[in-house]
């Protein structure tokens, strides 16, 4: 069984973000497959963990990006989410790089906050984009 599903409750409608979005559950359950081997490769676990930083990164630049164009009025609570991921997953990737064993403290944390941000907080953002969007395509 997947590890971290693709549902329809992640999706939001929007073909760059959706494809973002996709990606990191990708990763997730990259990480997740890699733990479930009987010898998990240690060069393939920091290999996921950078790809996360990397990818995340590059993602909540272009949500980011995004409000800032639109005037979002949530932007400083959402870029603080953001910001708080980032933190988390450098020192995850940190520790790992010190010998530490994190692979399932990071599996689960990724889980967890991918659900939690993608279902709440991006989705929060929805009917304000949507209607920037329009607004701007009419303009
Ligand atoms: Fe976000
Ligand atoms: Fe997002």
Redesign the pocket.
Known sequence: MTFMPWTSELELGFEEIDRQHQELVRLTNALHEELCCPIPRREAIGAVLEGLVDYTHNH?IV?EVLFQRHGYPETPA?QA??NGFTAKAMDLLMRFEDGEEVSIEAMEFLKEWLVH?ICK??RAYLPFLRSALAREATA
Request: glycine letters at 0%; hydrophobic letters at 25%.
């Open positions: 909540f949500e959402h989410e953001h941000h907080v991006d």
